[in-house]
């Protein structure tokens, strides 16, 4: 019986633990604050409502492109040294006191990617103290070391030719009343695609629910703008949240608000078997 019992120990294998990470995100309300936020209407090669301002215009290539996330136009740029920054820019009415969700998203074969908010009043005035938030997008692809010396799974930035959501999260101050929205190429050679851009009202902040089969042994959330692509590869910078939840416990949840307001993140979880999940919010798409 016990050699019976033995074989049945080596021919079935022990059971994976089953870990399923959900992301709740902050409620978006009310219409886009931002005219023509998708770059349908296009006269002249330069997308109605928006403005293009670089110092050094003959260092980019801006033009409509075909390949959109959604409808049939989008706006590319092409950077062509990185000795300048270049951005579509945009000013918004909005309300004091109030949370808003600037939502934009990129498409980038390289480069560095910059989207930025800052306020100013009714009359053009920019306010003192100045008011600044950001959320940067990178592709592994423009690194110096990519890819002779280094796999792109070491590098921090996202995946190439896949649309991602750049999300920036900010509260207007009681002086506030107009954002101005900037989004473009930051200070290096890059190639990439914006298109539906929207900056509307929002409730709640993101929510991280994790659920397993077997007990958690930890659980950390990190900035992933600073991580590398691949989830096996060193983690770079101290996580936002890290628990390890007492025993017996085998769901857990958690309000993540990242520092800046720009919500990209990673999640670990690991269980009592000792084996690694990972997930990341927002995600990329092709």
């Given at each position: 019986m016990w050699l019976r019992a033995a074989l049945l120990a080596v021919l079935i294998p022990p059971a994976f633990a089953v870990v399923t990470v959900h992301f709740d995100p902050p409620v978006e309300e009310g219409p886009n604050l931002l005219a023509n936020g998708g770059?349908?209407?296009?006269?002249?090669?330069?997308?109605?409502?928006?403005?293009?301002?670089?110092?050094?215009?003959?260092?980019?290539?801006?033009?409509?492109?075909?390949?959109?996330?959604?409808?049939?136009?989008?706006?590319?740029?092409v950077n062509r040294t990185g000795s300048?920054?270049?951005?579509?820019?945009?000013?918004?009415?909005?309300?004091?006191?109030?949370?808003?969700?600037?939502t934009v998203w990129l498409r980038a074969e390289a480069g560095t990617w910059l989207t930025f908010v800052r306020a100013e009043r009714d009359d053009g005035v920019q306010l003192d103290p100045p008011f600044d938030q950001r959320v940067y997008g990178r592709v592994a692809r423009g690194n110096e070391l990519f890819p002779v010396f280094l796999d792109p799974a070491w590098l921090p930035g996202s995946k190439p030719d896949l649309w991602t959501p750049l999300l920036l999260r900010l509260r207007t101050t009681p002086s506030m009343t107009r954002l101005v929205v900037n989004v473009g190429s930051y200070f290096a050679p890059g190639d990439g695609i914006y298109d539906d851009a929207s900056l509307r009202l929002v409730k709640g902040d993101l929510t991280c629910r994790v659920e397993a089969d077997q007990d958690l042994r930890s659980v950390e959330?990190?900035?992933?703008f600073l991580m590398p692509y691949g989830p096996e590869q060193p983690?770079?910078?101290?996580?936002?949240?890290?628990?390890?939840?007492?025993?017996?416990?085998r769901t857990w949840s958690a309000k993540v608000v990242p520092p800046g307001g720009a919500i990209r993140v990673r999640v670990r979880v690991v269980t009592a078997d000792g084996r690694e999940t990972w997930a990341r919010y927002p995600e990329e798409v092709e």
């Open positions: 770059f349908e209407d296009v006269a002249a090669g330069q997308p109605a409502g928006w403005r293009w301002g670089t110092a050094t215009p003959d260092n980019f290539e801006v033009t409509v492109s075909g390949t959109a996330h959604d409808g049939q136009r989008a706006m590319r740029v300048m920054s270049g951005y579509f820019t945009q000013s918004a009415s909005v309300q004091p006191e109030r949370d808003y969700l600037l959330v990190f900035d992933a983690r770079i910078g101290a996580p936002l949240i890290a628990t390890k939840p007492p025993p017996g416990t």
